[in-house]
């Protein structure tokens, strides 16, 4: 496939491959380490794997964050955005604002509304459900995608109960799907460092997996760039993969890289200042021929990259741009430049720009619309 290129013949045999079958973590490995001409020949054959499965539509939602707290027990090492219950700048929204920002998004077009927050220490999965029932009571067709990994964990131990209990209930409520947020990097020495405290790797495996089992989707996100090395990376990639091969319970695959600028383990000197742009791209470029037709939309976060340089990713083996988002207070706390309100026009110009075919999705991606 590459023999003009005069790459190295084990590469070339790696990537021929992956056009068929998905690569082991060992290919994977090597190609995470690829510059030069390799490298290019990784980014193309991604692109093309994600033309031969999911074609050349580039998808994206209109959708809306809702950050309800930012006061947080917890003591996660790169999150900026937590505050204490007596800073005079922390917030919780009543039930009530959150439903008439949700009344407001629906106006503004949104068909899903993302809503997470802090775990403090009043909140539990009863109150969960109580946001879901009156969202839904007031604005029946949205669909609200909510609570991390690590709420319903947190949630259901504060309210004494277990985690499918807490699952059920909540699906009862009307909650549609989960954000796949809190897995960082699946490797609890790499977490004992950022997240000490956090849910474990086997603890958040659980939580996924028994939400897929009780008919929940999630989505499933890696948070790299601070201390990891290539090979947790890898690793991450092949638990989510394994999870899939048993629940086939994730909707999409999104890359999160760190933002550095305001997190507490870079002030400290612990972590890496972020990632470099060759190596976003190699995470989505990899996780392409990995998961092959696994798990089929791996989506770009405009928010961590902005949309120059998303658009380069969007030609590394992606294939969603993510939402129009509404407002996002998490990344643009820990440094990001990006995270306001974006209407789907721009989108769709973002798109077109590099040949691609916009269409809006719904967050199941049951449902894509071409523009």
Known sequence: MFDKLNIDPNISKILEKAMDEPVSPEEALRLMNTRGKEFQALILTADMLREKLVGDKITFIQNW??????ICTGTCGFCAFKKDENEEDSYFLEIDEIVARTKDAAKEGAIEVCIQGGLHQDVDAYFYEDII?????????????????????YGASKAD???????KMLKKAGLGS?????????????????????????????????????????????MYGHVEELEHRVEHLEILRDIQKRTGGFTEFVPLSFMHKNAPIFKQGVSRAGTTGAEDLKLYA?????????????????????????????????????????????????GAAHGVYTP????????????????????????????
């Open 65 to 70: 964050n809702i950050n309800f707290t930012d």
């Open 344 to 371: 789907p026009k721009e989108l769709e110009r973002v798109i077109r720009d590099i040949g691609r075919i916009p269409a809006e999705r719904n967050t199941l991606y049951t449902e894509i619309n071409e523009l």
């Open 286 to 334: 990899v996780s392409r021929l990995m998961f092959g037709d696994l798990i089929k939309n791996i989506q770009v976060s405009w928010v961590k990259l902005g949309f120059k340089f998303a658009q380069i990713c969007l030609m590394a083996g992606t294939n969603d741009l993510g939402g129009t988002l509404g407002e996002e207070n998490i990344s643009r706390s820990a």
């Open 161 to 167: 109960l277990s985690i499918g209990e807490t699952l």
């Open 178 to 222: 989960m954000p796949g947020t809190a897995a960082e990097i699946l490797n609890d020495d790499i977490r004992n460092v950022i997240c000490k405290g956090k849910l474990s790797t086997s603890q958040w495996i659980d939580v996924v997996e028994t939400a897929h089992k009780t008919g929940i989707p999630t989505t499933c996100t890696m």
């Open 133 to 153: 029932l009156k969202v839904k009571e007031a604005v029946p067709d949205v669909h609200v995608h909510a609570f991390s990994p690590m709420e319903i964990f």
